[in-house]
């Protein structure tokens, strides 16, 4: 079963350039943009493994994604 991505590009399309600027302009935000999707192949890994939902590690992944996606969701609103 193919899990679908949650590319930041794909979640928050009407950002995509502001994105695209910030992955160019800004290295802490594209270190942390690269990081969210790590994270989140390694979510859709195990999606697809199978793993079940009440793993501690498959969660605290899970969490740390919806963290991050926080933190640069609040920097593409705003433009920087």
Not at 45 to 56: A, F, I, Q, R
Request: hydrophobic content about 25%; some cysteine; charged content about 35%.
């Amino acid at each position: 079963m193919l899990i679908p991505s949650h590319s930041l590009e794909k979640d928050f399309p009407e950002y995509s350039d502001t994105i695209q600027r910030l992955n160019r302009e800004d290295l802490k935000f594209k270190q942390e943009s690269e990081t969210y999707h790590k994270l989140d192949k390694q979510i859709r890994g195990l999606e697809e493994c199978g793993v079940t939902t009440d793993d501690n590690h498959y969660n605290s992944l899970k969490i740390q994604r919806a963290h991050l996606k926080d933190r640069l969701y609040q920097r593409i609103s705003s433009g920087h």
